[in-house]
């Protein structure tokens, strides 16, 4: 027999009870739409999602410095960021040696610049997780973008690195953001609440529903969304 739901007023007491919470805060909330209007006004808007598919990106499967390079090449063209970037790997242990002799907290990716060389370093591990390793491409080529704009940024120099997370899915990356921190088990510098508000935000403000993500995104990921998309 199916069951129908109760039917409550709108301003009634156990309507406000059983209303959904939003994602984050008020101040997140705010902070996420002022960074959006300060990115749109600097830098290209995309108008649909970054998508992990052969439509978007050229290079090839490998785990070759070649193909390292040619996943940048596809970064930049995506995000209409055409400085001149460099990206070599850092030459670390072998990751079935890291369980005992390094810790979790081993670099991904750097962005360095010196004497006018913009240089991004990856851990070539990474390249065997091809969403992980093309999110750290996209976070480190957008610390390039943001490269002396510290003052500018919205929340200020101390929120460099959230800014840049959040600029990656402002660029339309909020999948390879909201995924690859499902896949790996971290926060990194958003919650994951956060990364799924800014990505409903994203979809919001270009017109889009969420069945333009929803099938490249994990069962978490998706109610995730799907609760930030019916709190906005």
């Known amino acids: 027999m199916r069951r129908l739901a109760p039917i409550l007023p709108e301003n009634s007491q156990a ?7 939003p994602l984050v805060t008020e101040d997140i909330s705010d902070w996420v739409d002022a960074a959006f209007d300060w990115f749109d006004d600097r830098f290209p ?3 649909q999602p970054i998508l992990p598919t052969p439509d978007f990106f050229m290079a090839p499967s490998g785990r070759d410095e070649a193909t390292a390079r040619k996943i940048l090449a596809d970064v930049q063209r995506l995000m209409g960021a055409d ?3 460099e ?3 850092i030459r670390q242990l072998p990751a079935e040696w890291r369980v005992t002799v390094h810790d979790t907290a081993d670099v991904a990716g750097t962005f360095q610049q010196a004497d006018g060389v ?20 996209v976070h480190e080529v957008m610390h390039a ?3 002396g704009l510290d003052d500018d940024l919205p929340g200020g120099p101390k929120a460099v690195e959230p800014v840049t997370d959040l600029g990656c899915i402002i660029a339309g990356f909020g999948i390879f953001q909201l995924e690859t921190a499902d896949r790996l088990g971290w926060a990194g510098y ?5 990364r799924a508000h800014a990505l409903a935000v994203f979809l919001q403000r270009r017109g889009l529903g969420e069945e333009a993500i929803a099938g490249f995104l994990s069962s978490r990921c998706k109610k995730l969304l799907r609760r930030a998309a019916r709190a906005l």
């Open 145 to 147: 973008r943001l490269a």
């Open 87 to 89: 990206i070599v790997p």
């Open 83 to 85: 400085q001149p970037l």
């Open 45 to 47: 808007a995309p108008p």
């Open 118 to 137: 913009s240089v991004i370093s990856y851990d070539p591990e990474l390249m065997a997780n091809p969403l992980a390793f093309i999110n750290m491409v």
């Open 15 to 21: 309507g406000a009870m059983f209303r959904l919470r």
């Open 190 to 194: 958003l919650s994951q609440q956060t």
